[in-house]
């Protein structure tokens, strides 16, 4: 691998046999074609179709390591993995199938470039330049009104849509993630801001187009309770300054 990295990229992926041969396709298009120096870090979260090797033998890319779980951790856990792995000057997420394609990383960057005292640029569907269609049915989308509104009360971060699959960082606020990170899914998005909030990084949205697969791996019952729980145990860890980074002696 080159020694400078200018962007790592970081992409969970479970059980993704049936469109990740594609989405490989489409990184080594886009790789080949950028200017800056990128590297790849796939984390297989215990996947128990041909994932695992699908990424093995594909060829096309450069600069790209492969984590694999033996067991299903959750999509924080695979994110806390993947910028743990991360060398990058900024690092960025998203999901395996590429919904909000590959082209948006360019204008994020540009935007956290723009302004040096912005730490995280997110991609939000609540923005008024993003073109997304709710896909949900009812029930879905009161849960997502429902939790949206718990965070709203509980955890003050000032984020309308804090669950978009995409997210770049500074790397100084990746590592503290990192480090901090203890959600395993999917309400990992709200301890992010939590801990950027909690140490006072600013973060921005960002307009995403989205083309979403309609398959999902959301147990919504399930899911939507454990997140209900992980975020009370944010508050918590908010109230204990848990997140808060020990200044240096």
Known sequence: MDN??????????LNGASFLKSSLDKLALWTSQQTYSIEIIFVNDGSSDK???????????????????IKNLGKGAA????LSHARGAYVVFTDADLPYGLDVFDGMLNKIKSNHSIALVYGSRSHEQSIYKEGYGFGRRLGRFFFSALIRLIIPIGVADTQSGIKLFRRDLAMLVAEKLTVHRFAFDVEIFAIAKQNNFSYVDFPVTLSQRKETSVHFIKDTLNMIKDIFKIRYLMFCNYYTLNPKP
């Open 4 to 13: 400078v990295v200018e962007l790592s990229l970081i992409i969970p992926v």
């Open 79 to 82: 994110i806390k993995a993947g």
């Open 51 to 69: 994932t695992q090797e699908i990424l093995n033998n594909f060829h096309g890319l450069k600069n790209v390591a492969v984590i694999n779980f």
